[in-house]
C-alpha cells in the first residue's frame, strides 16, 4: 500500500492546477468535495454565498443539522438529526424539516439527498419560520434538485450548493469535513 499523505498531496497538485481559484479557503472546499466525489464538474458548479465559509468554519462544531440518517453516520458527533415524530405529509423529508424547525436557527443545516428536503427548508426561510445560519444544500437527483438549489441562492441565508442534479450525503459531507478542517487552522 501506499502513502495516503503523499497520495493526498499528489491529488492536491492535480487539483490545483485545475483550479481558477485565488481564494485559498474555498479552493480547499472544492479541493475536499473533488476527492470525496470524483466529480470535476463542481469546479463549475459549487457556488458559496459570500460569507458561507467564513462563518461555516465556527459554527461546524456546533453541530450540523441533517436529512438523513446516512448524512449522521457520515459526520458522527457533528450531526444533529431525529426521526419525525408524527407523519403528516405524504413525505418523510418533509416531515423531518418541519418538525426540525425552529432548531435550525443559528445553526449549519445540510441537506444532501431530498430535493424536496431543500424545496421545504426554502419555503420556511421565505416565511420567516426559521432562520439557519449556513445551509450546505446538495440534494442529488433529476425532479425538484436543480429547481430547490438555484431557489437557495436567492434567499437571504448563507449558502452553499452546487447547480447541478448532481449531489449527494457524500458531497454534503465532504463540505462539513473541509469547513471542519478549515475551523481548525
Given at each position: 500500500?501506499?502513502?495516503?499523505?503523499?497520495?493526498?498531496?499528489?491529488?492536491?497538485?492535480?487539483?490545483?492546477?485545475?483550479?481558477?481559484?485565488?481564494?485559498?479557503?474555498?479552493?480547499?472546499v472544492i479541493?475536499?468535495?473533488?476527492?470525496a466525489?470524483?466529480?470535476?464538474?463542481?469546479?463549475?458548479?459549487?457556488?458559496?454565498?459570500?460569507?458561507?465559509?467564513?462563518?461555516?468554519?465556527?459554527?461546524?462544531?456546533?453541530?450540523?443539522?441533517?436529512?438523513?440518517?446516512?448524512?449522521?453516520?457520515?459526520?458522527g458527533d457533528?450531526?444533529?438529526?431525529?426521526?419525525?415524530?408524527?407523519r403528516?405529509?405524504?413525505?418523510?423529508?418533509?416531515?423531518?424539516?418541519?418538525?426540525?424547525?425552529?432548531?435550525?436557527?443559528?445553526?449549519?443545516?445540510?441537506?444532501?439527498?431530498?430535493?424536496l428536503?431543500?424545496?421545504?427548508?426554502?419555503?420556511?426561510?421565505?416565511?420567516e419560520?426559521?432562520k439557519?445560519?449556513?445551509?450546505?444544500?446538495?440534494?442529488?437527483?433529476?425532479?425538484?434538485?436543480?429547481k430547490?438549489?438555484?431557489?437557495?441562492?436567492?434567499?437571504?441565508?448563507?449558502?452553499?450548493?452546487?447547480?447541478?442534479?448532481?449531489?449527494?450525503?457524500?458531497?454534503?459531507?465532504?463540505?462539513?469535513k473541509?469547513?471542519?478542517?478549515?475551523?481548525e487552522?
Amino acid at each position: 500500500m501506499g502513502n495516503f499523505s503523499n497520495i493526498e498531496r499528489q491529488a492536491e497538485e492535480i487539483l490545483r492546477k485545475i483550479l481558477p481559484l485565488d481564494d485559498p479557503e474555498k479552493a480547499k472546499v472544492i479541493m475536499r468535495a473533488i476527492r470525496a466525489t470524483g466529480d470535476l464538474d463542481l469546479i463549475g458548479t459549487l457556488r458559496f454565498s459570500q460569507n458561507a465559509i467564513s462563518l461555516g468554519k465556527r459554527l461546524v462544531k456546533g453541530g450540523v443539522i441533517v436529512d438523513t440518517k446516512m448524512a449522521r453516520t457520515g459526520l458522527g458527533d457533528l450531526a444533529i438529526y431525529r426521526e419525525p415524530k408524527t407523519r403528516r405529509n405524504n413525505y418523510y423529508s418533509i416531515d423531518l424539516i418541519e418538525e426540525m424547525g425552529k432548531e435550525m436557527d443559528g445553526k449549519v443545516v445540510m441537506i444532501g439527498t431530498s430535493p424536496l428536503a431543500l424545496l421545504t427548508l426554502n419555503e420556511m426561510i421565505k416565511r420567516e419560520e426559521v432562520k439557519p445560519a449556513v445551509v450546505i444544500g446538495v440534494p442529488v437527483g433529476f425532479v425538484n434538485a436543480l429547481k430547490a438549489k438555484i431557489e437557495l441562492t436567492k434567499l437571504p441565508v448563507e449558502f452553499i450548493t452546487n447547480i447541478s442534479v448532481k449531489g449527494g450525503v457524500a458531497l454534503g459531507i465532504s463540505l462539513v469535513k473541509a469547513l471542519v478542517e478549515l475551523g481548525e487552522l
